[in-house]
Nanobody, 119 residues
Framework: QVQLVESGGGLVQPGGSLRLSCTLS????????MGWYRQAPGKQRELVAS????????????DYADSVKGRFTISRDNAKNTVHLQMNSLKPEDTAVYYC????????WGQGTQVTVSS
């Protein structure tokens, strides 16, 4: 059974940092182009970061939404079947439930991890 499990969220003050993790079970993460999404209350889910470093490519690249560019960094550890999202300089508008999935959202969605940025 393919399953994504996100973790690492929490309550943080503006300007703080968090590192999210997402582990895939039942499949091999290295074959997928992975991404991090977020959904704030009353808003649609949006893709904020994606990584194209798959095992069969010689060069990877990353892509970010303008709202997080320069503050968020996506990375992966294929050996651990895990993708991470390092979030720095957090703002209240980053408050959302964060999910990982393939860049096209092909896998079953996990439960997400709540990130709340508030003083």
């Amino acid at each position: 059974q393919v399953q994504l499990v996100e973790s690492g969220g929490g309550l943080v003050q503006p300007g703080g940092s968090l590192r999210l993790s997402c582990t895939l079970s039942g499949s091999i993460i290295s074959v997928y182009v992975m991404g991090w999404y977020r959904q704030a209350p009353g808003k649609q889910r949006e893709l904020v970061a994606s990584d194209t470093s798959a095992s069969f490519t010689s060069a990877g690249s990353t892509d970010y939404a303008d709202s997080v560019k320069g503050r968020f960094t996506i990375s992966r550890d294929n050996a651990k079947n895990t993708v991470h999202l390092q979030m720095n300089s957090l703002k209240p508008e980053d408050t959302a439930v964060y999910y990982c999935n393939t860049r096209r959202g092909l896998l079953p969605w996990g439960q997400g991890t709540q990130v709340t940025v508030s003083s």
